[in-house]
């Protein structure tokens, strides 16, 4: 039974063309985010699916779930107007004893071919692993400290593997206690122009099922990129775009703007050119010293991140396009 749904229709018309350097493959995606507590018999699960627009496919895939015993607590659709394409994202409960895992990826998988579909990725937080992730940074460590902070409270469904930092840090600094104290590696790989590291990083990250720029301050070859293979997700310090060079903070406060912002994007090849994730705003005024606008800037860049992050976790965000994201 659909409790709810929410669609976007429109007409189909130009085939679709998916990102070829992200990694939304029919595989399983991992991390939690639904809350397991429904029932004790019943657990929930997420399946999104992105396919060539025909009829019948909600209908397909509700019938799937139905048939299992699963109950639907909502359903996003998108179709895009005059594009030949198709997002859904389902959240639904089921009893893993009458559904197991292994099945549940088969019955979806048949489907996926039937549709010819894109993508289709299903996700089961109290049976998946989590995502393994790494994190780099530079000297601005306030998105590093946010995310260790929601990650020891268990509000970031993930496990950090380790600490990339092109700067070093004392070891007796609240960072480094923390990592040590949660068996955190913290490794301080100092760049040059000449020499960015990228392979000592990709030997540390290889391993990794997406990388989290932490303000890292270092731009990523494209070498780099392809060889990873994986998402990249950035924080950007502004809405794209922005003031750019040295202290973008300070340059927007001189200049006396009245609106700040944040964008968390996937980094690509092009310098602060992939597709968004999330942006958010917050006013400012002429009554703001720089320290108070600084903070301000911070705050909404912590924040930023942290709602790209889970909204990735959770399966949100798809690809559209070559530049665009759905983000349901």
Known sequence: MIRRVSTTSCLSATAFRSFTKWSFNSSQFHGESLDSSVSPLLIPGVHVFHCPDVVGIVAKLSDCIAAKGGNILGYDVFVPENKNVFYSRSEF???PVKWPRSQMDKDFQTIAQKFSALSSVVRVPSLDPKYKIALLLSKQDHCLVE???KWQDGKLPVDITCVIS???RAPNTHIMRFLQRHGISYHYLPTTDQNKIEEEIFELVKDTDF???ARYMQLLSGNFLK???KDVINIHHGL?????GRNPVKQAFDAGVKLIGAT???VTEELDSGPIIEQMVERVSHRDNLRSFVQKSEDLEKKCLMKA???YCELRVLPYGTQKTVVF
């Open 240 to 244: 794209l775009p922005s003031f750019k």
């Open 227 to 229: 060889g990873y293979g």
């Open 166 to 168: 092109n700067h070093e």
């Open 211 to 213: 990388l989290v720029l």
């Open 309 to 311: 992050i889970k909204s």
């Open 93 to 95: 409960i089921f009893d």
């Open 147 to 149: 995310m260790l902070h």
């Open 264 to 266: 968390t994007h996937f």
